[in-house]
């Protein structure tokens, strides 16, 4: 029996860093752009497609993880297939927004572009090590999600606000992370793993910062 076990790689130049930085971003922007090109050819679709498409876009991103190692060129395609899913997945969402208070869409598009900006830039700059606050996070967030199903059965006085702002603070510590993560990898093979996982924190954050807006508004 072979091992996959491999040497560690070596650090980083801080060209190569730059490159993997430039690189990462550059998947995520696709990937967005891709979303939103799902958003749009699923805006007629119901509820019932969506939780479908949510389903596939959690398989390929299964498949996603299993490829980073093995072929770049395949881990990319499952990247936007997945962007391309998640789209399908939020549009009748995003399209009820659009068409009862398309304010709020434009708001929530740039308050998330601010919040990933800011605490991205922090999480890239700090010498700290947020490991371990991310694994407070990422329970936070468990815990967070157990909350939302409570809010589908009971009724608590302004638990979508609850929600939402506890959501923004959870995923504050996430991408502040994520940024680290970007900064200090020593595989640049991973770039498309790190561009799924930023632009979850931004669907996440845009997702939460809409119910925000549209409440508001």
């Known amino acids: 029996m072979t091992s996959t076990t ?3 790689s070596a650090p980083l ?3 190569e860093t730059a490159g993997l930085f ?3 971003m550059g998947l995520v922007a696709v990937t967005a752009g891709v979303f939103a090109l799902g958003a749009y050819l699923g805006r007629d679709l119901s509820g019932g497609w969506a939780i479908l498409w949510y389903i596939a876009a959690f398989a390929c991103l299964l498949a996603l993880n299993a490829a980073a190692s093995r072929s770049e060129q395949l881990a990319v395609g499952l990247l936007f297939g997945f962007g391309l899913l998640l789209g399908l997945a939020v549009a009748p969402t995003v399209a009820y927004y659009i068409g009862s208070d398309p304010q709020a869409v434009w708001q929530a598009g740039g308050a998330t572009a601010l919040f990933i ?3 991205g830039a922090v999480g890239y700059a700090t010498r700290r090590d947020l490991s371990s606050l991310a694994r407070v996070f990422f329970w936070a967030l468990v815990a967070l999600i157990a909350f939302g199903l409570v809010l589908v059965f009971v009724q608590i006085p302004n638990g979508s606000l609850i929600y939402a702002i506890a959501g923004l603070v959870i995923f504050a510590g996430l991408t502040a992370y994520d940024f680290q993560r970007l900064r200090r990898t020593s595989d640049i093979r991973t770039a498309p793993l790190l561009a ?3 632009f979850l ?5 845009f997702l939460l910062f809409l119910s925000i807006f549209g409440r508001n508004n």
């Open 13 to 15: 130049t801080r060209d």
């Open 201 to 205: 924190d931004a669907l996440n954050v």
């Open 196 to 198: 799924a996982s930023i």
């Open 6 to 8: 491999t040497a560690p």
């Open 117 to 119: 900006a800011g605490f």
């Open 22 to 24: 430039g690189q990462t």
